[in-house]
């Protein structure tokens, strides 16, 4: 019977070389099925919904998003940022879907960041073969 035994290492400990393959692993994971993906888009649809059915309210519109109570998750008050920034302006439908592609596509940018990928591997004290691939 052989026995092998496998040097497991943390990220910080890994080459320049191996980091690259961890980070691109971690993008691969991240861009295939983003975290909090479906939760955005529910505030988008919720917030196209409320101005709709509370007839551009500002007041309520405001409230409703800026509390988060529409689905619980932060992405409800993008639109009250948004109306506090633009005087007040309550924006059209298709202006609140633009709205939140734009932030997603900010937050999947800020993501793809090497040191946000760096403090995410980090943190979630992952381990790797020396070469950089996952153990």
């Known amino acids: 019977m052989r026995t092998e035994t496998i040097k497991i ?29 479906s939760e955005h888009f529910e505030s ?15 007041q309520k519109v405001l409230e409703d998003s800026e509390n988060c109570n529409w689905t619980g998750y932060c992405a409800d008050a993008i639109l009250a940022d948004w109306v506090k920034k633009n005087d007040g302006i309550i924006p059209s439908p298709r202006a609140i879907e633009a709205l939140y592609q ?6 999947l940018d800020s993501r793809c960041e090497p040191d946000y990928i760096d403090e995410q591997i980090e943190a979630n004290e992952y381990e790797f073969l020396e070469s950089g691939k996952l153990y």
Do not use: G, I, T
């Open 44 to 58: 988008m649809k919720c917030a196209v919904e409320a101005v709709s059915e509370y007839n551009y309210n500002k």
């Open 9 to 37: 290492y943390q990220f910080s400990e890994l080459s320049e070389k191996a980091k690259q393959v961890a980070r691109e692993w971690w993008l691969d994971c991240e861009l295939q099925d983003p975290a909090w993906f």
């Open 102 to 107: 734009d932030a997603w596509q900010n937050e």
